[in-house]
């Protein structure tokens, strides 16, 4: 631990041994016999745990992935947990809990036992949007776990029928504003990030636009090809090639900047300032975790995640290889809870 780890843990033994044993009388503490026994006591517990720390891990790691094999969090995880595995020397095992839009899986991960040994792959859907998506979540976001680091970024895209007459996103903004609710969007059911980056764009363009529900992606993509509705916010991977159909317009990107692989594509913020819907990845621990187990973790992470084949796989599948501290992830999660309660509130997008 460092100096200002060991400072912490040191006053957190001495208040809980002042509560435990001095009953409220001060003086007991100003004992020399006793202040030498709690300070004993103090510093074998103090290297106790950091002889603990230094030997983790010893035994398979568990990393969680709150949604089923095959998927995009599964790929992520599965190629996180190969290279964390050859890191450490320690088998990192993926177990997939799906369900309830990961919110099954993350709850798993909560209400791990705090040694080290059990992670999960959370999202800013199972992070941010579901806290306020469901009513009685399991967990809070941020007293429940511990942030290990973001491992990836993703944005959506922006697509339109090509028989839309617009090129640029201002030119459907004119048009929404021309037709008040008669432009359509369709996404793959309420409350989903396709469904809410609709929301965040007609609350920041001032327009009035009627969104369309589907149950799945695939009849949602099927309405927007046929001209059944107008437009519709996809993931990348999946865009692009409906785009590169011929059928299909890809207008800007929701992210906060342009994209690597498509940089001639805009951003919504290009247009419309303060757009910003970067969906996220990232490693969690539950609360309670020692702080030495979750930086080195946090340093295998971004190790793992700066590696040339890592990024240039990442890439390809339309997601960007990120890294960052702790803190890095707390701030970010505490800044979209932050952006996403107003906007599901006022939509009322409860999922029973």
């Known amino acids: 631990m460092g100096n200002s780890s060991n400072k912490a843990f040191l006053k957190k033994q001495l208040d809980a041994w ?8 001060e003086t007991e503490m100003k004992s020399p016999k006793r202040r030498a026994l709690f300070l004993g006591s103090a510093l074998f517990a103090l290297t106790h745990n950091t002889a603990w720390a230094e030997t983790w891990p010893a035994r398979p790691i568990k990393l969680i992935v709150p949604f089923p094999a095959g998927g995009s969090t599964d790929r992520i995880g599965r190629l996180l947990a190969t290279k964390v595995s ?3 020397g320690q088998s990192v095992v993926v177990e997939n809990v799906g369900g309830a839009g990961g919110t099954i899986g993350m709850t798993r991960v909560a209400k791990s036992t705090a040694d080290g040994y059990t992670f999960g792959v959370g999202a800013n859907s199972t992070q941010a949007i579901s806290t306020f998506l469901y009513d009685n979540l399991p967990y809070d976001p941020l007293k429940d776990f ?16 090509e028989k839309l007459p617009v090129k640029t996103v201002q030119d459907l903004i ?7 609710g008669l ?9 989903t990030t396709s469904h809410l980056s609709g929301e965040l764009f ?3 363009a001032k ?19 046929a001209g059944h509705v107008d437009f519709m916010f996809d993931v990348l991977g999946t865009a692009m090639g409906l785009a590169d159909s011929g059928k299909l317009r890809v207008l800007a990107n929701t992210g906060r900047s342009r994209l690597k692989q498509y ?20 490693v969690f621990a539950p609360s309670g975790v020692p702080s030495d187990i979750v930086e080195r973790m946090n340093s295998v992470i971004n190790k793992a995640m700066n590696e040339p084949d890592v990024v240039e796989t990442l890439l390809k599948t339309g997601y960007e290889s990120v890294t960052g501290t702790p803190a890095d992830l707390t701030r970010q999660l505490e800044q979209d809870l932050a952006t996403w309660g107003p906007i599901i509130k006022s939509i009322k997008a409860k999922t029973q």
């Open 263 to 282: 940089p001639d594509v805009p951003t919504i913020a290009e247009t419309v300032p303060g757009y910003d819907l970067t969906g996220w990845f990232a």
């Open 183 to 191: 432009v359509t969007y369709s996404s793959p059911g309420v409350g």
């Open 202 to 204: 007609q609350n920041l």
């Open 18 to 25: 002042k509560l435990r044993h001095s009953n409220g009388n």
């Open 207 to 225: 327009i009035s636009v009627t969104h369309v529900p589907y149950k799945g992606a695939a009849a949602a993509q099927a309405d927007l090809l």
């Open 174 to 180: 004119n048009l929404a504003k021309a037709k008040p």
């Open 146 to 161: 511990v942030s290990v680091g973001k491992v990836a970024e993703f944005s959506n895209v922006l697509l339109v029928n």
């Open 86 to 88: 050859a890191a450490l």
